[in-house]
């Protein structure tokens, strides 16, 4: 069982930058690929990026490569995603997921943190 809990989410001009922070709970964190996914308003959620269990490989949704970083640390239990140049269009609800495969398929993520807003004012 792992829990997760995201942190980070606010309010901020178009241009600006967020660091969002995913503390999960258990001993078994550094098993499980790591991904964040958004979803706005009236749409469907979205992958957003996914990171491998050491934190070698990473991928990203086109629209944000570039502009966002997806990192981990196995040992406090965190995965993080640092988000630059920000738009309004990246305003949304962003939510970590834990899984055992590295996919951009939402289905395939066992674990899901209760969501951080993020708006990006122009």
């Known amino acids: 069982q792992v829990q997760l809990v995201e942190s980070g989410g606010g309010l901020v001009q178009a241009g600006g930058s967020l660091r969002l922070s995913c503390a999960a709970s258990?001993?078994?964190?550094?098993?499980?690929?790591m991904a964040w996914f958004r979803q706005a308003p009236g749409k469907e959620r979205e992958f957003v990026s996914h990171?491998?269990?050491?934190?070698?490989?990473?991928s990203y949704a086109d629209s944000v490569k570039g502009r966002f970083t997806i990192s981990r640390d196995n040992g406090k239990n965190m995965v993080f995603l640092q988000m630059n140049s920000l738009k309004p269009e990246d305003t949304a609800d962003y939510f970590c997921?834990?899984?055992?495969?590295?996919?951009?398929?939402?289905?395939?993520?066992?674990?899901w943190g209760q969501g951080t807003q993020v708006t990006v004012s122009r």
């Open positions: 990171i491998t269990r050491s934190g070698g490989s990473t």
């Open positions: 997921a834990a899984g055992p495969l590295l996919t951009p398929n939402a289905r395939q993520y066992v674990y």
């Open positions: 258990g001993r078994t964190f550094s098993t499980y690929v």
